[in-house]
């Protein structure tokens, strides 16, 4: 008796390989990330007091932060030695720039060293997502009737043990809330820990979250495209409960902002909104 014959068929099975050696690759591109050959540094690499100071400190002397930032890293200096006072000796010496051309005359009498200098340009290559997050930016809240403080990581107790993964920005029920950068409005509807929340994917590839809204604002859904500034709803006080529930807490906004962890986006991490609030909140009008 003949044993009956298995035959492939290639209209399925030539894609399935296809898609599996796609996947693969994304997987081996995700692995060379973590490793840090591509080494885009992220929010999440760097510790929030740090950045803020670096702000901080650029804003102050005239300096783009990120100079100052870089030099540390080409440094390699400690977390524990980085400080104010190295950051305002240094931004002395650069005081004026207004391009990374101009680093090595800018840092002739601190460190001429020609390697030094290059690996400084590289450092700041490694920086273009951190400043495309920084920039362009605007302050969440419209007036200026409001207080907010760094409450990152504060323990919650509400629907279990857990941390504060945003910034509450007190202010009055109705103040108007603006979309802080352009983008697409990605989530939209109640969560009980959220009330009502707007989820917006910038074109910096962040996802900022707006929670504990009163209303939203007309036109406003899911797939809407935002221009930074736009008004997309108003603040309140909803959430901690069924759908429609109120006044479990003050009237504020709770800003979040997640990033994308690894190359394929496979998951999305907190990270801390204080440095960028503070300095969105000086470049507002």
Same mark, same amino acid.
């Given at each position: 008796?003949?044993?009956?014959?298995?035959?492939?068929?290639?209209?399925?099975?030539?894609?399935? +390989?296809?898609?599996?050696?796609?996947?693969?690759?994304?997987?081996?591109?995700?692995?060379?990330? %973590?490793?840090? @050959?591509?080494?885009?540094?992220?929010?999440?690499?760097? !510790?929030?007091?740090?950045?803020?100071?670096?702000?901080? $400190?650029?804003?102050?002397?005239?300096?783009?932060?990120?100079? @100052?930032?870089?030099? !540390?890293?080409?440094?390699?200096?400690?977390?524990?030695?980085?400080?104010?006072?190295?950051?305002?000796?240094?931004?002395?010496?650069?005081?004026?720039? /207004?391009?990374?051309?101009?680093?090595?005359?800018?840092?002739?009498?601190?460190?001429?060293?020609?390697?030094?200098?290059?690996? +400084?340009?590289?450092? +700041?290559?490694?920086?273009?997502? @951190?400043?495309?997050?920084?920039?362009?930016?605007?302050?969440?809240?419209?007036?200026?009737?409001?207080?907010? %403080?760094?409450?990152?990581?504060?323990?919650? /107790?509400?629907?279990?043990?857990?941390?504060?993964?945003?910034? !509450?920005?007190?202010?009055?029920?109705? /103040?108007?809330?603006?979309?802080?950068?352009?983008?697409?409005?990605?989530?939209?509807?109640?969560?009980?820990?959220?009330?009502?929340?707007?989820?917006?994917?910038?074109? !910096?590839?962040?996802?900022?979250?707006?929670?504990?809204?009163?209303?939203?604002?007309?036109? +406003?859904?899911?797939? /809407?495209?935002?221009?930074?500034?736009? $008004?997309?709803?108003?603040?309140?006080? *909803?959430?901690?409960?069924?759908?429609? *529930?109120?006044?479990?807490?003050?009237?504020?906004?709770?800003?979040?902002?997640?990033?994308?962890?690894? @190359?394929?986006? *496979?998951?999305? *991490?907190? $990270?801390?909104?204080?440095?960028?609030?503070? %300095?969105?909140?000086?470049?507002?009008?």
């Amino acid at each position: 008796m003949r044993q009956p014959r298995y035959r492939i068929n290639k209209k399925r099975f030539y894609p399935f +390989i296809a898609l599996v050696a796609i996947l693969m690759i994304l997987l081996i591109l995700n692995r060379i990330q %973590e490793q840090s @050959l591509y080494n885009e540094y992220r929010i999440s690499d760097l !510790d929030s007091k740090g950045l803020e100071m670096y702000f901080d $400190v650029g804003d102050s002397q005239g300096v783009p932060w990120y100079y @100052l930032l870089a030099i !540390d890293k080409a440094e390699e200096i400690p977390k524990e030695e980085i400080s104010r006072d190295r950051s305002g000796h240094i931004a002395l010496h650069l005081r004026g720039i /207004t391009s990374p051309k101009e680093l090595s005359q800018k840092l002739k009498e601190y460190n001429n060293d020609s390697k030094f200098i290059k690996q +400084i340009n590289h450092e +700041i290559k490694c920086m273009e997502y @951190l400043i495309g997050v920084y920039e362009d930016k605007v302050f969440p809240v419209a007036g200026q009737d409001y207080r907010y %403080e760094n409450g990152y990581g504060d323990e919650r /107790t509400y629907g279990g043990e857990r941390r504060h993964e945003g910034i !509450d920005i007190m202010c009055d029920e109705g /103040t108007p809330l603006f979309s802080v950068c352009d983008g697409v409005v990605e989530k939209k509807g109640w969560l009980e820990l959220g009330g009502w929340r707007i989820g917006i994917r910038g074109k !910096d590839g962040v996802y900022y979250y707006y929670a504990h809204l009163s209303r939203y604002e007309d036109g +406003i859904e899911k797939g /809407t495209k935002v221009k930074k500034g736009q $008004v997309i709803g108003y603040a309140g006080d *909803t959430g901690y409960g069924v759908e429609g *529930t109120t006044g479990q807490f003050e009237p504020h906004l709770h800003f979040g902002m997640y990033e994308r962890s690894g @190359l394929i986006g *496979t998951g999305e *991490t907190a $990270v801390n909104p204080y440095p960028f609030l503070v %300095e969105w909140e000086k470049k507002s009008p």
